[in-house]
């Protein structure tokens, strides 16, 4: 009920967001929406599709008429490509952990109009199939209050109560509203990273059982 909004992803580029946010203190309505001229790149999509594009590279970077010796050869291939392939899941399924410093200094705070309020803080990450956003509400700590001032760490979602310092200011997280939204061809892409890692996991199966049947010499 407190944020809702519309957010346009193409490939590993959100390319539009309009966002609207009820103010829990006063029920004021904020709107803020990405401006025109930005777009704001998700570095997990583009390390996901790196790490493919390496897996593709190892097993295209031979001759096609290249034969493979050994057992073994093959399977040193597949684990470099298995290592690629598992990689790029990880980076779908495990979002990176931020300090809220490390939020507040992101240039996502320059992507929108009108300029966010500095008591205002989003974030944008991909979570397994979903494509999610955070926005945290602040409060200034006085100087007063900051005696227990104990700064937060690196998380994926901060909690009410987290502190951190930017610039010469001290802040806590009052309140926080996350939204998500499943992304059908996210889905699809987990799919066929498990698919294409049993694949491979078949095939060194598969090598090292004739590998043990042609060690194997009778006495």
Same mark, same amino acid.
């Given at each position: 009920?407190?944020?809702?909004?519309?957010?346009?992803?193409?490939?590993? !580029?959100?390319?539009?967001?309009?966002?609207?946010?009820? #103010?829990?203190?006063?029920?004021?309505?904020?709107?803020?929406?990405?401006?025109?001229?930005?777009?704001?790149?998700?570095?997990?999509?583009?390390?996901?599709?790196?790490?493919?594009?390496?897996?593709?590279?190892?097993?295209?970077?031979?001759?096609?008429?290249?034969?493979?010796?050994?057992?073994?050869?093959?399977?040193?291939? #597949?684990? !470099? =490509?298995?290592?690629?392939?598992?990689? +790029?899941?990880?980076?779908?399924?495990?979002? +990176?952990?931020?300090?809220?410093?490390?939020?507040?200094?992101?240039?996502?705070?320059? #992507?929108?109009?009108?300029?966010?309020?500095?008591?205002?803080?989003?974030?944008?990450?991909?979570?397994?199939?979903?494509?999610?956003?955070?926005?945290?509400?602040?409060?200034?700590?006085?100087?007063?209050?900051?005696?227990?001032?104990?700064?937060?760490?690196?998380?994926?979602?901060?909690?009410?109560?987290? #502190?951190?310092?930017?610039?010469?200011?001290?802040?806590?997280?009052?309140?926080?509203?996350?939204?998500?939204? =499943? =992304?059908?061809?996210?889905?699809? !892409?987990?799919?066929?990273?498990?698919?294409?890692?049993?694949?491979?996991?078949?095939?060194?199966?598969?090598?090292?059982?004739?590998?043990?049947?042609?060690?194997?010499?009778?006495?």
């Amino acid at each position: 009920d407190q944020v809702k909004g519309v957010l346009t992803l193409q490939g590993d !580029a959100l390319c539009q967001a309009d966002v609207n946010l009820k #103010m829990p203190r006063n029920n004021q309505l904020l709107h803020f929406a990405f401006r025109e001229d930005k777009q704001w790149k998700l570095q997990q999509i583009q390390d996901a599709r790196n790490h493919v594009n390496q897996a593709i590279y190892l097993l295209l970077n031979r001759d096609v008429n290249y034969q493979f010796k050994t057992g073994l050869e093959v399977l040193k291939l #597949m684990d !470099a =490509v298995m290592l690629q392939l598992s990689r +790029a899941r990880n980076r779908l399924t495990t979002p +990176a952990t931020l300090t809220l410093s490390e939020i507040a200094s992101s240039g996502l705070t320059k #992507m929108f109009t009108p300029v966010l309020p500095p008591d205002i803080l989003v974030n944008f990450y991909i979570n397994l199939n979903k494509l999610c956003l955070t926005v945290y509400q602040l409060h200034v700590l006085q100087p007063s209050t900051t005696k227990n001032f104990k700064p937060a760490g690196g998380s994926i979602l901060h909690n009410p109560g987290a #502190m951190f310092e930017f610039g010469s200011q001290r802040y806590e997280v009052s309140h926080v509203h996350k939204v998500e939204c =499943v =992304v059908p061809w996210l889905n699809d !892409a987990l799919v066929f990273f498990t698919v294409s890692l049993q694949l491979c996991q078949q095939l060194k199966d598969k090598i090292s059982v004739f590998s043990s049947y042609w060690n194997y010499r009778p006495y």
